[in-house]
């Protein structure tokens, strides 16, 4: 089979070079561009970084035009119908499912790191009671570098695999500080005989005065979005993590940049949002206001939850929770008319022009604060809640980029179009 390459011809100079052609197992081939520069003196431009591949990956793939997600190659629908989020946590960080033995293992590990250090649970107190817990979490996260020293040498492998169990340990701890330092109620300390997300909802619902039940409805609910939260390639957080370090920044600095990353209305942000422009639109004779806001190009207005820089398609991941929502909500014996809102607006938009031209579906936040908001965890938690899930994928891919022998600094290029060089003018001249 004879190699692909693609050739650019400058033509001002008639100028012509091969470039390679790279194929991954599936999934587009890429054109290496690495020595444009050296051999034409250009650089490619690609801001959003639309078509540009970072980096290679064997974590997750994605296929946005038929909404497919694989991680490790297993398709999300079977991992969100079988297997839980600590599985596929063992899966996205080492790359195989794991045996039983492997499992419990890895779990334990998981469960033995819940506790945080008790100088770091007094920072909440220098925070005000209506803080953002997003801001709470992300100064949180990078201050766990202050305490770990002893761990942090990043070309260690043992080290990493610390810091991999300590920041998937820590963060719902760390989390669930952030909701009761703005409850006003004292911390809850993890439970470690309780699965990952019931413990989360113990540390999260329980008082010291009286006993709590983790309802097994919530805590599976819980276990289903973080599985479908837990990794999505080279997305704008993750791409971020990688970024802060690649520099060689310890990995809880990289981690807290993500989470700041993430917190971003076009990202994670977008659960939030979701509800708050549900409850803004309020009820369905206000949709159509609403979508011709969504159109109106001279509005900041976006149906928030809709469309993706990858899927063209419906995003697997929306469509499973969506029909979880009729489940937990019938399970748990509630109902969210915001739920009923949010399926009359797909099918709204789903049939205007604007949206099926655009190809604009929901995603994977449309639907996930129905189910938050059925659990009782406030509107202000639902990006750290999907914070907790990335964590995951965070270091995963953090994980791959250090362990890669060729890896090196992130470092973009730009076309300037700045002023040209001029002369300083001293300030009574100007
Ligand atoms: N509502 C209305 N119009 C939209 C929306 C939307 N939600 N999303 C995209 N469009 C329009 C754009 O205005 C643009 O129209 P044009 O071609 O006439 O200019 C076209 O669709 C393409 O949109 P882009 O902004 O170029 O797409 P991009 O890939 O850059 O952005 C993004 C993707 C950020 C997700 C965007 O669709 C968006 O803002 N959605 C709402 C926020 C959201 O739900 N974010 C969560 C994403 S999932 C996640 O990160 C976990």
Not at 168 to 179: D, E, M, N, V
Not at 269 to 292: C, R, T
Not at 372 to 397: C, D, E, K, N
Request: one cysteine or more; aromatic letters at 10%.
């Amino acid at each position: 089979m004879t190699e692909k390459k693609f050739e650019l011809t400058d033509l001002s100079s008639g100028k012509k070079s091969l470039l390679p052609v790279k194929s991954g197992t599936i999934g587009p081939d890429v054109i290496d561009i690495a020595h444009i520069a050296r051999d034409h003196d250009v650089f490619s431009f690609d801001p959003g970084f639309g078509v540009t591949a970072a980096t290679e990956s064997k974590i997750t793939y994605i296929d946005g035009d038929a909404g497919v997600l694989l991680y490790r190659g297993y398709p999300v629908e079977q991992l969100a119908e079988k297997s839980s989020f600590m599985e596929v946590s063992y899966l996205l960080l080492d790359g195989q499912l794991p045996s039983r033995a492997q499992l419990e293992k890895f779990t334990r590990d998981i469960s033995r790191h819940t506790m945080i250090n008790e100088s770091l649970l007094r920072f909440f107190n220098g925070f005000h009671h209506n803080a953002h817990p997003m801001a709470m979490v992300s100064a949180v996260i990078a201050s766990m570098s202050a305490f770990y020293h002893d761990s942090m040498d990043i070309n260690n492998p043992r080290h990493r695999e610390i810091f991999a169990h300590r920041v998937i340990a820590k963060l719902p701890t760390i989390a669930a500080a952030a909701h009761k330092h703005s409850l006003g109620q004292p911390f809850v300390y993890p439970r470690n005989d309780l699965s990952y997300c019931a413990n989360l909802l113990h540390m999260f619902f329980a008082v010291p005065c009286e006993p709590y039940y983790v309802d097994p409805v919530a805590a599976e609910a819980l276990d289903l979005l973080f599985i479908l939260h837990a990794d999505h390639e080279q997305n704008a957080s993750t791409s971020t993590v990688r970024l802060a370090g690649s520099t060689g920044a310890n990995p809880y600095a990289a981690i807290s940049a993500g989470v700041s990353a993430l917190w971003g209305p076009a990202h994670g942000g977008a659960n939030e949002a979701v509800l708050n422009m549900l409850e803004q639109i309020g009820s369905v004779e206000n949709i159509p206001k609403y979508v011709a806001m969504a159109k109106d190009k001279n509005s900041h207005f976006r149906l928030m939850g809709f469309g993706h820089r990858v899927y063209k398609n419906f995003d697997p991941r929306a469509k499973i929770i969506r029909a979880a929502c009729y489940k937990v909500l019938e399970k748990l014996g509630t109902s969210n008319p915001l739920f009923e809102l949010a399926l009359r607006l797909e099918e709204i938009a789903l049939k205007d022009d604007y949206f099926v031209e655009r190809k604009l579906y929901p995603n994977v936040d449309f639907y996930s604060g129905v189910i938050y908001s059925a659990l009782g965890i406030p509107r202000s938690m639902f990006t750290v809640m999907f914070a907790i899930a990335r964590s995951v994928g965070w270091v995963a891919h953090w994980q791959e980029m250090i362990a890669d022998p060729a890896f090196r600094i992130g470092r973009p290029r730009q076309l300037y179009t700045g002023a040209t060089r001029r002369d300083y003018a001293e300030i009574t001249k100007r």
